[in-house]
């Protein structure tokens, strides 16, 4: 069975920075894309950027271009996200998941398997 761990959520300052971690375990890792996607109350599940399995592409929502940079270390079994720049508007929890796509896929149903999420909370 599948499992996705993230963490690295927290309450930071606007302009601050957080860096997201998912570790997956129960798969082989490197075998598809991985993907980070944001839900804040009352609105839907969004992408927010995902990376091919090798990691030598990705993409990312037009809103976080700059700011947020997806990697993965297929050795350490995680993929990671770095968020820069942080505005009230990121306050979402944030949720990885997993894919077995080719390339970086940007819909929710594109995707296998999810974490359970962890909150950023940025305030102003």
């Known amino acids: 069975q599948v499992q996705l761990v993230e963490s690295g959520g927290g309450l930071v300052q606007a302009g601050g920075s957080l860096r997201l971690s998912c570790a997956a375990s129960?798969?082989?890792?490197?075998?598809?894309?991985m993907g980070w996607f944001r839900q804040a109350p009352g609105k839907e599940r969004e992408f927010v950027a995902a990376?091919?399995?090798?990691?030598?592409?990705?993409y990312y929502a037009d809103s976080v271009k700059g700011r947020f940079f997806i990697s993965r270390d297929n050795a350490k079994n995680t993929v990671y996200l770095q968020i820069d720049s942080l505005k009230p508007e990121d306050t979402a929890v944030y949720y990885c998941?997993?894919?077995?796509?080719?390339?970086?896929?940007?819909?929710?149903?594109?995707?296998?398997?999810w974490g359970q999420g962890t909150q950023v909370t940025v305030s102003s």
């Open positions: 990376i091919s399995r090798s990691g030598g592409s990705t």
């Open positions: 129960g798969r082989t890792f490197s075998s598809g894309a």
């Open positions: 998941a997993g894919s077995g796509a080719y390339g970086t896929p940007a819909r929710v149903i594109q995707y296998d398997y």
